[in-house]
Structure formats: C-alpha cells, structure tokens
C-alpha cells in the first residue's frame, strides 16, 4: 500500500501466514521523492513482484522490487527508459515467477503502452511498445495464466484494445468493442486455458454502459 510518513509517500508491504498472521510491516526499498500506485503479484512459490510509479525530481518513472520468501525485498529497479513521465503500472506472475509489467508512458507528446518482462533467472528485460494506433491511450490492465499466457488491454478515446502474449511473443493486437462512444476504464482476466474476458465502461446512447466480451 501507499502511505506518507512525514512529507513522503512510500510503498510498504506486510506478509501475512495461516500460522502467523500479518508480519514484516516495512516500507519497500525506494528512491526519489516519492512511490505512489503499487500494485503486487504472487507466484507459487510465495515470491512477488511490486511495481509502483516512483517521482524523482521533475518526472515519474515506473520501478519494481522482488520478494523473495525468507528474504525479504531486493532494491529497487527502475523497468523502463523512456525519458516521459511513466505511470499505472500494472504486474502479473506465472507459477514459476516470471512476470510481466505494463504501464503507461508520455512518448511524443502521446501516452503509450509499454511492457517488460521478468524472468527469475535474468532479470527485467528492455520494455517494448505495445500499442500501435498513434492515439493516446490510457488504463492498461493485465492478466496471466500458471503458465505465463497473458492479456493486456487498455482503451483508447473511442477502443478498447487488447494484445495476448503466448509462446514467448506478443501477438498483434485487436480491437475489443464493437461500438462507438467514449472508454472509460476496462478489467481482464483469464482462466487457467488462457481464455479471457474483458469488461469495460463505454459511453453509448446517453450514459455510460457496462460491455463485455470473451475470448
């Protein structure tokens, strides 16, 4: 969670056990001048990821740290190298700690989406652009299988848009909706197959509405 002690806000964590309860209340290694936005992810064996949205002097980046069981944190890393400020992170891990972390990014005086990897034995590996339309988009969220397939999808102003990774790659990607009408906010998740579905807020008619739809 986010919590500000004195004029700093930081990231801390607690871990918590059937025998113990909530322990190790701490705040995460950081730098800058303050993390904002965490997000966790677990894998099967009781390791996570964190990424926050970390300020450091005049722009904002996106960092992550690992929990390791029995060992606490790692430091921290910033994951993206873009030079525009960098926000909403998003992390998602398989069973055997590989992750995947999405964010957005002011690129060119557009907001982007970009994804890193995470594999247990190297590391972060570089980010790569995941949306390819030239509008602004916004919202990105995540979901992955035990077996490391995973979903992206964000919105643009009148899209939603969404990328399935499997096999090692990303695949092209595909617009969700099927309507017209402003896009407010969207959620995905996957069941164990890899099938998913997607639900967002569109405006349509004369009011925000509730859409699905499944892959």
Excluded: C, K
């Excluded at 994804?115 to 969220?141: H, I, V, Y």
């Excluded at 096999?167 to 069941?191: F, K, N, Q, T, Y």
């Amino acid at each position: 969670w986010e919590q500000t002690v004195g004029y700093q806000s930081a990231v801390w964590s607690a871990h918590w056990s059937p025998v113990l309860g909530w322990t190790g209340i701490g705040a995460l290694p950081s730098f800058g001048t303050g993390s904002y936005s965490p997000r966790v992810a677990v894998d099967g064996a009781g390791n996570a990821i964190a990424v926050w949205s970390q300020a450091d002097v005049m722009t904002m980046s996106v960092a992550a740290s690992r929990y390791v069981l029995g060992e606490g944190w790692g430091p921290a890393t910033v994951i993206e190298s873009e030079i525009g400020t960098a926000y909403d992170p998003q992390i998602a891990v398989d069973a055997s700690g590989r992750a995947i972390a999405i964010w957005v990014q002011e690129e060119v005086y557009l907001y982007r989406v970009f994804a890193a990897r995470f594999e247990p034995a190297t590391g972060w590996q570089a980010p790569e652009r995941l949306d390819s339309a030239g509008l602004n988009a916004s919202g990105p969220r995540l979901s992955m299988t035990a077996s490391g397939a995973a979903m992206a999808i964000w919105a643009t102003p009148t899209d939603l848009v969404a990328r399935r990774f499997d096999g090692g790659a990303w695949e092209p990607d595909a617009r969700v909706d099927g309507l017209e009408g402003w896009i407010e906010a969207g959620s995905v998740s996957l069941d164990p197959s890899g099938s998913a579905i997607a639900v967002w807020s569109q405006f349509v008619g004369d009011a925000y509405r509730v859409f699905a739809n499944h892959y």
